[in-house]
């Protein structure tokens, strides 16, 4: 079972969280990594492995998904990282929910920035359930904004839960 | 494809093929999406947390159902996409996914549709809802068309 985290919850942690900003990285999209993240999903667009089909459809190059962008934060340890800083590890974390603002798609070659911070920190289900929703800013080299990812991690609180 | 004009409110679109949870499905996402976490890919790690069998990742039926939208509109049109994982999915659940539109907006910045979302499991449960807005007539692809 998803075991409570050895960590003492309450406000004053919270506010700690909320706000924290983490160093941000650099990473290139790369156009074998697009291509077998789709194959993996078994997403067959052509945009997502040949270039001419892309630059026909109107893009520089072929064209990742935009959940990709998680596999880049995931594979730097980003994911994770937000809530590892507090002491929580994966089995205290459920993913709750994905949301994405898509400001342009983004193709191979595109070099990106990504800027993670914890947007926000709070009790839900009479403080059974800690939510914790973080962001992910992705920006290309001139600082326009190119995707904003948010994660809702949910850590339930057992002993919480066996006290209610 | 042009949908533009086509669109009306609680119109469905449906995922030509369901995805297939399989355990080579969900090794090789594990390995693309840098999610290796134990629990999805070994059944025994999975029931050690207390779950039946491996899980699968919530994010694969994201992608399926990011892949309905982008199969029907270009992908710069997709300006907002999100997904609540409702329940897990486990190795070998076959998901299906369809967005259903919730309503159609002109507004200065150009016409925009937006979607309600779901995945649905073999078994008919709702594992995944969302919501995505999809722009229809962005101002720059006409200024593309006539310059």
């Known amino acids: 079972m998803i075991s409570s985290p050895p960590i003492e919850l309450g406000e004053k942690l919270y506010a700690a969280m909320r706000g924290k900003t983490y160093e941000s990285f ?7 990594d697009i291509s077998a993240y789709a194959r993996s999903t078994e997403d067959f667009n052509p945009i997502r492995y040949d ?10 190059d072929i064209v990742a998904q935009p959940t990709y962008l998680l596999s880049l934060a995931a594979k730097r340890g980003h994911s994770s990282l937000a809530l590892g800083a507090f002491g929580f590890t994966p089995d205290h974390t459920l993913y709750g929910q994905q949301d994405f603002e898509c400001y342009r798609p983004v193709c191979a070659g595109d070099r990106l920035k990504c800027e993670q911070r914890i947007a926000e920190v709070m009790e839900k289900k009479n403080g059974t359930r800690l939510f914790v929703i973080t962001e992910m800013l992705w920006s290309d080299p001139e600082g326009a904004p190119v995707a904003l990812t948010r994660q809702t991690l949910i850590v339930p609180l057992r002993d919480r839960e066996k006290a209610a | 494809m042009n949908p533009t004009t086509e669109l009306k409110i609680g119109q469905v679109l449906t995922a030509e093929h369901p995805l297939r949870l399989s355990k080579e499905r969900i090794a090789e996402f594990a390995e693309t999406s840098g999610d290796a976490s134990i629990v999805h890919l070994d059944d025994q790690a999975a029931r050690d947390f207390g779950f039946p069998k491996a899980l699968a990742h919530g994010l694969l039926g994201m992608t399926l159902a990011g892949r309905l939208l982008t199969d029907h509109f270009p992908q710069h049109q997709l300006r907002q996409f999100s997904s609540r994982f409702i329940a897990m999915t486990f190795v070998d659940d076959v998901l299906r996914c369809e967005a259903v539109v919730t309503g159609l907006r002109d507004a ?4 925009s549709a937006a979607f309600s979302l779901k995945a649905i499991n073999q078994n008919g449960e709702i594992v995944m809802t969302g919501a995505a807005l999809v722009a229809l007539a962005p101002a720059n692809d006409q200024q593309e068309i006539f310059p």
């Open chain 1, 26 to 32: 650099d990473v290139i999209a790369m156009a074998e």
């Open chain 2, 108 to 111: 200065d910045e150009g016409r």
């Open chain 1, 51 to 60: 270039p001419e089909a892309a630059r026909a459809a109107g893009y520089a």
